[in-house]
């Protein structure tokens, strides 16, 4: 059962859980919990956005065809899809469902979110702002310093 929160951080805490949920549902609690606070540490950053789903859902878009071919369309009634693998978090981009399929793990993903916005985990990731699959050898990664690996993903920060 979700914990209960106070409206104005129902969005948050709904994006964070997804956000945990793709992109770390298999890991251990620690694994989950780094993720989380990646976003929260990308939040504080001046690099990125200041809100926790504008630093999820941030990446590159473009219009649905079918909204394009109405001029007079106002934007806010436009539809717009992140472009395939240009995200900052890959499941938002991967041109699959975001459909939450394991509802056991969701509560996981959400439970974890809920104490990582509520300040119960301290940041144990050194401030790590970025992470990738153990299994991918992104170009940006040679640019930034490797803290340390946890479960399936290396996290690092700018040198």
Known sequence: MPI??????ETALKCMAKNIYFE????????QAAVALVVLNRVKHKAFPSTIC?????GPLYESWKTRQIPDLPRELRTYYPRRDRCQFSWYC?????KVKEESAYQEAHRIAWLVLNGHIFDFTEGAIFYHADYVQPKWAKDKQKLFQLDNHIFYRNK
């Open 4 to 9: 209960k929160v106070a409206a104005k951080t």
């Open 24 to 31: 770390a549902k298999s890991e251990s609690f620690a694994g």
């Open 54 to 58: 504008e630093v999820i859902y941030e």
């Open 94 to 98: 991967d041109g699959k469902a975001d």
